[in-house]
């Protein structure tokens, strides 16, 4: 039997191909076959994964958002002076009334982990939808990337201002942090396993000295009433009218949204999370419900230290020394530690300060992990290898030197940036659970959802147009995503795109009547479907590549739906149409999805399959373009070279004909 026939006898068997090599066999570990079913390695746990209590994990993604009261207090205090507390108490309020109802949402409709963007993207299908989710995914890498370098870096101060630290520290911040975030690289290099557990403990310790200290100072300020008297004075005589009190702290509050952090994440890794035996895929209700738990203990405990340690280091902390060059700047919690604890609790709490800072750059590390896998590569705008965890790895450890030398390892000069990611992600599941609320007909929880998202626009116009740089440095991560993400999907034009190819019976039954061979099928353009086209379309390909009269033929249809997908299951339905035999199939191309229809009739019935095109009318380049925005165009070349790339033996390779 010639190859024009049948394939040889084991179609699968590819020969040997060239061993890697060690280094890129590591460094790919770990990479699955379909990148559009890649979680991230704190996404969906691996199989043998046992998933934890919601307080557990609510210390995973708390080492992000109660970092933050290393910084926080410090940076109230320089945005709002002695209208911190009633800047930090409305922050808390936008908390507890607007973040907290809008994400137990996001976790009911999205428990699967996917969090508000994939709620957005099945609100807004097709190539807006793909560029909207591009565009946030600049603004989570902004978000995850600067929490990753200002955590190091307050971390670095943390050290340095430490008054047991080696002299030779001074002035070496930036060396301090680029040292931090190269470690968190190895860690993720070597497996990041066990987080949780490490998790519990940092949170723990740190939560029980940050307790200590807000007690100690309230005790100092109980002690010594003066200083609210002092504070109070000062207050009124600068602000004498309470409404205009409420105004200007309404005004400061945008430039303390980074006490907002840490919510995005929490429902990221809800598949974390144990839930009841009774929970099913479509309605894991435990799960739900420990979610729920997570986010409002979380908030609950967040919220009560944000309001008494701005209180507390308002008050009992001089005004100057919140400044750039200020002991207090970037951590007023630590100098009150060291100031009425003595040196020796303040060491043990900044070890404790730069551990969880640290260790909130691991969360966002994972954070990234696992939203670049979950869409990228699904979307076909990204290399392959960025399906591993090393490679990702390697290039977000060198974005974050390349953020930590611009900005210089200030934590200040990031906070801009970081507030902005926050903000433009809360933004989005706010307006997000309000689309939601609206399809659903819930006319309350709409116009309540749709007042929650018009506070988040404000608070985002308001920090972007008083720190324009966090959307300067968002713009730059949009850009490039954009770019990396179309020059990928251009390279990948050519792949297979297909996850699985199933047929159903009656094309089974069709294909049982072949088992002489070769199985020959007519590309049908389904515009026209009626039986006069049918039969011209058969006696062309019959005229044009001399086929006999006799020869049983099927005609093959890809109906082409979203064709800003990249990856797909393919369903393939055999249809009786006007006495013709007809393959169906729906998908979001035609050439690569022909070529994969190809390679598996020969797969699964060691016939070669034979595939007769007409040439496309048109230019070749528009047709080109065509194919690569809408799947359509220049058919006949795309999918012999889609075959070609799949299937390098010449020998095994299914047959394009264009006549």
Same mark, same amino acid.
Request: hydrophobic share 50%.
């Given at each position: ?40 390695p ?13 307080w557990k ?10 970092s /933050? %009261?290393?910084?926080q207090? =410090?940076? *109230?205090? $320089?945005?709002?002076?002695?209208? !911190? &507390?009633? @800047? ?15 994400y ?6 999205s ?11 099945r609100?807004?299908?097709r ?5 909207f989710?591009l ?6 890498a ?6 990753? /370098? %200002?955590?190091?870096?307050? =971390?670095? *101060?943390? $050290?340095?201002?430490?008054?047991? !630290? &080696?002299? @030779? ?29 490490v ?33 109070w004075?000062a ?13 200007i @702290? ?9 006490g ?18 009774s ?9 739900i ?11 609950v ?30 951590r ?54 960025t ?14 030197f ?13 906070g801009?940036a ?31 959802f749709?007042?929650v998202?018009a ?40 792949e ?20 002489q ?13 009626d039986s ?15 086929l ?5 033929i ?5 109906v082409?739906d ?7 299951e393919?369903?393939?339905?055999g ?14 191309n ?18 070669m ?9 048109g ?7 065509k ?5 359509v165009g ?20 299914p ?5």
């Amino acid at each position: 039997m010639t190859t024009l026939t049948r394939p040889p006898a084991e179609p699968s068997n590819r020969g040997n191909r060239r061993r890697s090599h060690s280094f890129r066999t590591w460094l790919l570990e770990g990479m699955p076959e379909a990148s559009g079913h890649h979680p991230g390695p704190h996404g969906v746990p691996k199989e043998e994964h046992k998933p934890s209590a919601w307080w557990k994990v609510m210390c995973l993604t708390g080492v992000d958002y109660f970092s /933050t %009261l290393g910084y926080q207090p =410090a940076i *109230a205090a $320089l945005a709002a002076g002695l209208l !911190a &507390p009633m @800047a930090t108490i409305i922050l808390v309020v936008v908390t507890l009334a607007g973040a907290l109802p809008v994400y137990r949402r996001v976790a009911r409709e999205s428990h699967k982990g996917e969090g508000s963007i994939a709620m957005l993207e099945r609100l807004m299908p097709r190539w807006g939808g793909k560029l909207f989710v591009l565009a946030l995914l600049g603004f989570a890498a902004t978000d995850f990337m600067i929490t990753m /370098t %200002l955590s190091a870096a307050d =971390a670095s *101060a943390h $050290l340095i201002e430490n008054p047991f !630290a &080696p002299e @030779a520290l001074h002035g070496q911040q930036v060396t301090i942090t680029l040292v931090l975030i190269a470690a968190l690289g190895v860690v993720f290099l070597r497996g990041f396993q066990e987080a949780i557990n490490v998790a519990v403990v940092l949170v723990g310790v740190y939560l029980a000295l940050n307790a200590v200290v807000v007690v100690v100072g309230i005790g100092h300020m109980l002690t010594q009433g003066a200083a609210v008297s002092d504070w109070w004075s000062a207050l009124t005589t600068q602000h004498s009218d309470p409404l205009l009190m409420i105004g200007i @702290a309404l005004i400061v509050f945008p430039k303390l949204a980074l006490g907002l952090s840490g919510f995005e994440t929490g429902v990221a890794v809800m598949p974390q999370i144990k839930g009841h035996p009774s929970d099913t895929a479509e309605n894991p209700a435990g799960r739900i419900k420990g979610t729920h738990q997570l986010l409002t203990t979380a908030a609950v405990i967040m919220s009560a230290f944000l309001i008494t340690s701005s209180f507390v280091t308002t008050v009992l902390i001089p005004a100057a020394e919140f400044e750039p060059d200020g002991k207090a700047n970037g951590r007023a919690l630590a100098y009150l530690a060291h100031q009425f604890l003595g040196d020796g609790f303040g060491t043990v709490y900044d070890v404790s300060t730069i551990a969880i800072l640290w260790f909130a750059g691991a969360s966002a590390m994972a954070g990234l992990l696992n939203l670049v896998p979950r869409y990228l590569p699904r979307y076909g705008m990204a290399p392959a290898w960025t399906r591993a965890v090393r490679p990702l790895t390697l290039v977000f450890t060198a974005i974050g030197f390349i953020i930590t030398w611009i900005f210089n390892a200030d934590v200040d000069a990031q906070g801009g940036a970081y507030a902005t990611g926050v903000l433009v992600l809360m933004t989005s599941a706010a307006i997000a659970v309000t689309l939601s609320a609206r399809r659903k007909r819930q006319m309350g929880r709409t116009w309540f959802f749709g007042v929650v998202s018009a506070v988040f626009i404000y608070t985002t116009i308001a920090n972007v147009l008083e720190r324009p740089d966090g959307i300067r440095i968002a713009a730059l991560f949009i850009v490039g995503i954009i770019v990396v993400s179309f020059a990928s999907r251009v390279r990948r034009s050519f792949e297979l795109r297909a996850t699985l190819v199933r047929l159903d019976e009656q094309a089974l039954e069709f294909l049982t009547g072949m088992d002489q061979g070769p199985i020959r099928l007519i590309a049908h353009e389904p515009k026209r479907l009626d039986s006069e086209r049918y039969r011209a379309k058969l006696e062309h390909a019959r005229a044009a590549n001399h086929l006999p009269e006799c020869e049983d033929i099927l005609f093959i249809e890809v109906v082409v739906d979203d064709s800003s997908e990249f990856e797909q299951e393919l369903e393939v339905h055999g249809i009786k149409r006007h006495g013709f035999k007809v393959l169906e199939v729906h998908s979001n191309n035609v050439p690569n999805t022909l070529a994969a229809i190809l390679l598996h009739l020969r797969n699964v019935t060691g016939l070669m399959p034979h595939i007769y095109f007409r040439w496309t009318e048109g230019n070749p380049i528009v047709n080109l373009t065509k194919f690569l925005f809408f799947g359509v165009g220049e058919i006949a070349p795309v999918t012999r070279e889609v075959l070609r790339e799949a299937e390098p033996r010449v020998t095994e390779r299914p047959w394009v004909h264009v006549g």
